[in-house]
């Protein structure tokens, strides 16, 4: 029985932050697949249209901060119980770290001209990487928006992001041995080294956000 049922009714703050987090998830995910065109604008010399897209990813990442700092404010009212406000905190923590690892990894390559060669033999895997772990996001958003109101999707959903970040290690493994094989300058393999391992975050912040949607389940929350 939840929480919910032993008191009734949905309250407005809790009806608030449950929309907030759904629109965190959004822009977390929003982060991610921008993440992908600037790789792909950065493989062809685009390099006027990556720092834009980077810019972007970096607006998406400044709302999602508000929004974070909004739901954190929020749940520090003691809204909830306190075991479940400190599970719902964590939860916004977790997808905060979604956007911020999108930022983080673009941030990588942007503030050093990489040449699209360099990244070409490695681009298709690459992208399919950063496709992965926008599933496991993206499997998170879902799994959220149906808080509430759907148990067994949330339980589908979390399982989802904990496979997609699971399929985005073995690819993490495979292209860090593509890296070091390349005959490229040292700062470019440290380089496309730094930003896969700082993307890998995405896969590891959406599963440890669905490791937490668990305990709530747990707790009849969800």
Known sequence: MSYLHIFGGFSSSEKSIIESLKTHAQLSVKASEKLQTLVSEIAADNWQHARDIYLEIDRVESTADEVHKDIVEELSTGVFFSG????????????????????????????????????????????????????????????????KHDRKEIMKRAMETEQYEEAADEIKNELMEQVYELQLPVLSILQLKDFIITADNIGDNSEDAGDILYVLLAKGYA
């Open 84 to 147: 479940l406000g400190v599970d719902l905190m964590n939860l916004a923590e977790k997808i905060d770290g979604v956007a911020d690892s999108a930022k983080d990894a673009a941030r990588i390559l942007i503030y050093r001209k990489i040449n699209g060669k360099e990244i070409s033999p490695i681009l298709e895997l690459l992208l399919n990487y950063l496709i992965t772990l926008t599933k496991a996001a993206v499997s998170l958003k879902i799994a959220i928006e149906a808080l």
